[in-house]
């Protein structure tokens, strides 16, 4: 499947997307990226989407990085050190800007308490994390969980009008628009009797 304009996969211990744009993005860093970042944009704190971040922080030392306050716990968990280069993400009220993708950030607490999305809705791209994959959806069954959001998580993300969903795992994918409801056939109508 073809990558949507100036975006880069590179598969490490997790998926890692790199934005080549004016702003130079990384989306997740489960793979050690060795060019200039100026953003990272974290979908949850699990260890394999956190590993290579020290290094690619260390490398660009203004690099930005923002994530959903809620994974903080994770992330000490996963002996990442915050400082004032962290940034909180706010759903809906965080945009963020790459040049050609503006980005909103979508909350999906379920396969972590803090898990986000990001969505591009004029360039109909959508990062999903792990939330759901070309296969399934993303893991519930961890302290970090909410189980009773997943459903919710999912509805929410393959609603948005997306061309191509890039996940945390695996393949990139297509969601497959909605079938229309197939029409009821109409029975032949009786007569009302009187
Ligand atoms: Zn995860």
Redo the contacts with the bound molecule.
Sequence with gaps: MDMPEKIKLFVGE?NTYFIDDNVKVLIDAGFDYPGKVDMILL??G?P??VKFLKPIMDRNPKCAVFMNIKEVELLIRNKVVIDDRFKALYEGKTKLNSGKYNFEVIDVPA??KG?VAFYDEANKVLFS??TIFKDGV??TD?PESIPDFIDTAVTLLMGLESDIVLP??GEPFVVEAPSEAPVAEDKPKKKAKK
């Design positions: 997790c979908t949850h699990h394999d989407h396969h972590t898990s994390g792990d993303g893991r961890l945390g795992h």
